[in-house]
């Protein structure tokens, strides 16, 4: 395999203050050929720019030594310079909201029956929760009256 020529090359390992983390660049004949992803532990940033080299010594026929894996090794520290951006604050319209089905309608009665309790069992004609609902007779009687009362309220001609 024909060695490629090496002009120039950098390998550093690099410091982001902002974030504290390190990742390293590989610049060969002024092309950055190799950067790996940021990590937190020193040590672990080296390995991971040892095996990019490597990598690359024998994909791109060249000799690259390894970074030497010195802890304390002073990386180059750089800042970055965060511009505050102004957004509008989006003004977003609320959802209409469904009211929730109610689980009983008194004009959807398919009819009663009396079990052997004395209880009376109402027959829903739409589907609700559950398709009879159970009512003791005093609660039976008391919806009666109640019925009767709301409906001479609403028709003073027929009392």
Do not use: W
């Not at 505050?84 to 009211?99: A, H, L, N, T, W």
């Not at 689980?103 to 009819?111: E, H």
């Amino acid at each position: 395999m024909k060695r490629n020529k090496v002009e120039s090359y950098t390998i550093r390992l690099l410091k982001n203050n902002h974030t504290k983390r390190y990742f390293g660049e590989v610049i060969l004949n002024g092309i950055k050929e190799i950067s790996t992803a940021e990590m937190m532990s020193e040590i672990n940033a080296i390995k991971a720019v040892n095996k990019r080299i490597e990598a690359l010594n024998k994909t791109k026929a060249v000799n690259l030594p390894n970074y030497p894996e010195i802890r304390g090794h002073q990386p180059i520290m750089y800042n970055y310079n965060f511009e505050q951006i102004e957004e509008d604050p989006e003004q977003v319209k609320p959802k209409p909201s469904k009211p929730k089905r109610k689980p009983f309608t008194p004009y959807g009665l398919n009819g009663y029956f009396v079990d052997s309790n004395g209880n009376i069992r109402l027959h829903l004609d739409r589907r609700a929760s559950a398709e009879t609902i159970t009512l003791e007779t005093d609660f039976f009687n008391a919806l009666a009256e109640m019925v009767k009362r709301t409906q001479e309220a609403n028709n003073p001609k027929h009392a």
